[in-house]
T-cell receptor, first 112, second 113 residues
């Protein structure tokens, strides 16, 4: 069966520090991968998606970047965090043309 | 662009009460519609879906019917339980090429005993 892992589960970082959140999918190949952010009191916002290794599409210009160094690995990064980067970050994947997205447990990021 | 509206930010019910969470959408074509649920401290899980008009999705006692004429996909349950307390997200996906979900802002359901 397929599983998706995200880590860390919780992260507290100072303003101006770098960020690296990792997401990996097991049990499938060539998944479509997504990063979402859920800010406090708001819905989910799609940040990045990827259809293959090295292929990244950005939905919203911001302080973050994403990379896909391996088929089942998706990384969310920042060189310098802002207070507004605080939120709950969710990774998700889909199989090919299937329109169901499967979500990881999320990372709660607090920038202080 | 495509959008999903959930007017109720939060709903509080007593156990065994009837639940309705409203969802309306705006889309240029014919989307698939979804309800996702987020339990405290967890990621999102698919609750149910419908892919075309008049389809009814159902799971765990929850139901929602795809109404094209009213562009709605309201979530209902006849008798809620304390364990149903969670945040519920309505979402749509256009059935063209790459799948991207557009989410509503979510409705927090609190069920008290």
């Amino acid at each position: 069966s397929q599983t998706i892992h995200q880590w860390p589960a919780t992260l507290v970082q100072p303003v101006g520090s770098p960020l690296s959140l990792e997401c990996t999918v097991e049990g499938t190949s060539n998944p479509n991968l997504y990063w979402y952010r859920q800010a406090a009191g708001r819905g989910l916002q799609l940040l990045f998606y990827s259809v293959g290794i090295g292929q990244i599409s950005s939905e919203v210009p911001q302080n973050l970047s994403a990379s896909r160094p391996q088929d089942r690995q998706f990384i969310l990064s920042s060189k310098k965090l802002l207070l507004s980067d605080s939120g709950f970050y969710l990774c998700a994947w889909t199989r090919g043309a299937e329109n169901i997205q499967y979500f990881g447990a999320g990372t709660r990021l607090s920038v202080l | 662009g495509d959008s999903v509206t959930q007017m109720e930010g939060s709903v509080t019910l007593s156990e065994e009460a009837f639940l309705t969470i409203n969802c309306t959408y705006t889309a240029t074509g014919y989307p698939s519609l979804f309800w996702y649920v987020q339990y405290p401290g967890e990621g999102l899980q698919l609750l149910l879906k419908a892919t075309k008009a008049d389809d009814k999705g159902s799971n765990k006692g929850f139901e929602a019917t795809y109404r094209k004429e009213t562009t709605s996909f309201h979530l209902e349950k006849g008798s809620v339980q304390v364990s149903d307390s969670a945040v519920y997200f309505c979402a749509l996906s256009m059935n063209t090429g790459f799948q991207k979900l557009v989410f509503g802002t979510g409705t927090r359901l609190l069920v008290s005993p």
